[in-house]
């Protein structure tokens, strides 16, 4: 069981990569293939289906104009990769970065996982890379399992696992990655879509 929290947690790695700002790393791993070898592997060994034709085109150009029309934008991204703007408008309200309702929420999640705000950082915790992080620390714990994590909510890696994916990125991400998809001019962030798509189920 442990082999397949270590499988989760590579997934959940290579997620975060992906939405993550491109630096240097990303586009190594999209230019020589591996990014999208790893993607196959990960997806095979946990029985997740991609797109036929995935990852056929391993070009990093581009990468972070595109990124940057898609996540950040001026005025507004194209795709918000913040699960309080996807909730704010299923609540019919104004999102506001950092101060509404599942923003905040998340934030309480990851505090109570021990993981606070990086220092000097100045993004809401509830952007998708982030949020793909979170669930790969809580699949590492699963993996090795030390003594009994009362303190983490639903008291084990495990739990507090299945209680984020349920409470959060499943009642945003699958539409997120979707909407990349489909505004995505980029190969690679139609694949990171695809990818993150069979992960969320």
Not at 145 to 164: I, K, R, T
């Amino acid at each position: 069981m442990s082999n397949d929290w270590q499988v989760s947690a590579a997934a959940w790695e290579l997620a975060a990569l992906s939405f993550r700002y491109p630096g240097a790393e990303l586009a190594d791993a999209v230019s020589s293939g591996e990014w999208a070898d790893a993607a196959r592997e990960i997806a095979a060994a946990l029985g997740l289906a991609l797109p036929e034709g995935f990852g056929a085109h391993a070009s990093a150009d581009g990468l972070r104009p595109e990124a940057t029309r898609l996540f950040v934008g001026a005025p507004e991204p194209a795709v918000s990769p913040y699960e309080g703007v996807w909730r704010a408008a299923d609540d019919g309200v104004q999102a506001l970065l950092f101060v509404n309702p599942h923003s905040m929420a998340v934030e309480r999640f990851m505090r109570e996982c021990g993981l606070g705000r990086p220092e000097g950082a100045n993004e809401p915790l509830d952007h998708a890379a982030t949020e793909c992080e979170l669930l790969e620390r809580l699949a590492l714990r699963a993996a090795a399992p030390a003594d009994a994590d009362d303190a983490l909510p639903g008291g084990s890696p495990e739990a507090a696992y299945d209680l984020f994916l349920a409470e959060h990125v499943r009642a945003w991400m699958p539409r997120f990655a979707e909407r990349t998809a489909e505004e995505s001019r980029h190969p690679f962030y139609r694949d990171a879509a695809a990818f993150l798509a069979a992960l969320v189920g």
